[in-house]
């Protein structure tokens, strides 16, 4: 499985962002999907996630980004995405799509158990 992020960019406080995950491997439907942040200095977290079939496509979300960030997919195109409103300065990080077949719900806020990962893309929100 192989992945690959993009839609990163530069905005202003109050601006949206769709970010992409473009998901090549098989049987992409049974895979959980993840996003996580990490800023300058700060550990990587959770920011959403939807599962795979088995988990019947339910989303997560982090508290910090719930309301202003949905999280979909189209396994049709092999894709997932971060639709972000709102954005505040503090979403400012270099974003990364991750996925597992096996994650149980417990587990999937915790990047540690993500198996695929994608390359990051820069996120800045300006004040």
């Known amino acids: 499985v192989q992945l690959q992020a993009s839609g990163g960019g530069l905005v202003q406080a109050g601006d949206s962002l769709r970010l992409s995950c473009v998901i090549s491997?098989?049987?992409?439907?049974?895979?959980?999907v993840g996003w996580f942040r990490q800023a300058p200095g700060k550990e990587r977290e959770f920011v959403a996630a939807?599962?795979?079939?088995?988990?019947?496509?339910?989303?997560h979300y982090a508290e910090s980004v719930k309301g202003r960030f949905t999280i979909s997919r189209d396994n049709a195109k092999k894709m997932a995405t971060l639709q972000m409103n709102s954005l505040k300065p503090d979403d400012t990080a270099d974003y990364y799509c991750?996925?597992?077949?096996?994650?149980?719900?417990?587990?999937?806020?915790?990047?540690?158990?993500?198996?695929?990962w994608g390359q990051g893309t820069q996120v800045t929100v300006s004040s």
């Open positions: 939807i599962r795979g079939s088995s988990g019947g496509g339910s989303t």
């Open positions: 491997g098989p049987t992409v439907s049974t895979l959980t």
């Open positions: 991750a996925a597992d077949r096996r994650l149980i719900l417990s587990s999937i806020r915790d990047f540690n158990q993500y198996d695929y």
